[in-house]
T-cell receptor
Framework: EAQVTQNPRYLITVTGKKLTVTCSQN?????MSWYRQDPGLGLRQIYY???????DKGDVPEGYKVSRKEKRNFPLILESPSPNQTSLYFC????????????FGSGTRLTVV | QQPVQSPQAVILREGEDAVINCSSSKALYSVHWYRQKHGEAPVFLMI?????EQKGHDKISASFNEKKQQSSLYLTASQLSYSGTYFCGTGGKGAQKLVFGQGTRLTINP
């Protein structure tokens, strides 16, 4: 089944404790992206990647890191999480060629206390 | 810059029609529409590319006016399953990078 898999689905952590949210897709998509969703603000892009070893900042990159060493994986790293990073996170992927819709993962609800 | 969606929320009875608008201050080359049900991931509905086309499937269609830098999503004879939050995502030239609007919550009552 074609899908984007995120793990974990739920995570509660403490301020300053490094964490990684994983994202993997099995559709051979070149493009992958991370979004955070907060009430009233919609989906805001954190980072995106056009292909392996090519990443760029989105609109709200502060406090986050990403890497794209393999085509299928695009992990999101929070080196020192803070409470304002409490949010619902979505990974999405697509073919690069314009005209293709995004496939979203199921989401990761992160709480930083 | 985020596109602006209107209205922010709408409540309808089953069978009524709805229009959701998406406006951008930047030139648009593509507009995506997604629906998100509570607690779930957004699901792709359709994409419109530069050219002023109109698309649709079933009773959901959309238009794209590149001169006005806006798109509209039309839901006719709404069904209970149409309930959810609708997002437009706008793209610039030659890129898959999308900027999403803040969403429109649609509630369909029996």
């Amino acid at each position: 089944e074609a899908q984007v898999t995120q793990n974990p689905r739920y995570l509660i952590t403490v301020t300053g404790k490094k964490l990684t949210v994983t994202c993997s897709q099995n559709m051979n998509h070149e493009y992958m992206s991370w979004y955070r969703q907060d009430p009233g603000l919609g989906l805001r892009q954190i980072y995106y990647s056009m292909n392996v070893e090519v990443t760029d900042k989105g609109d709200v990159p502060e406090g986050y890191k990403v890497s794209r060493k393999e085509k299928r994986n695009f992990p999101l790293i929070l080196e020192s999480p803070s409470p304002n990073q409490t949010s619902l996170y979505f990974c999405a992927s697509s073919f690069t060629r314009q005209g293709n819709g995004y496939t979203f993962g199921s989401g990761t609800r992160l709480t930083v206390v | 810059q985020q596109p602006v969606q209107s209205p922010q929320a709408v409540i309808l009875r089953e069978g009524e029609d709805a229009v959701i608008n998406c406006s951008s201050s930047k030139a648009l080359y593509s507009v995506h529409w997604y629906r998100q049900k509570h607690g779930e991931a957004p699901v792709f509905l359709m994409i419109l590319l530069k050219g002023g086309e109109q698309k649709g499937h079933d009773k959901i269609s959309a238009s794209f006016n590149e001169k006005k830098q806006q798109s509209s999503l039309y839901l006719t004879a709404s069904q209970l399953s149409y309930s959810g939050t609708y997002f437009c995502g706008t793209g610039g030239k030659g890129a898959q990078k999308l900027v999403f609007g803040q969403g429109t919550r649609l509630t369909i009552n029996p």
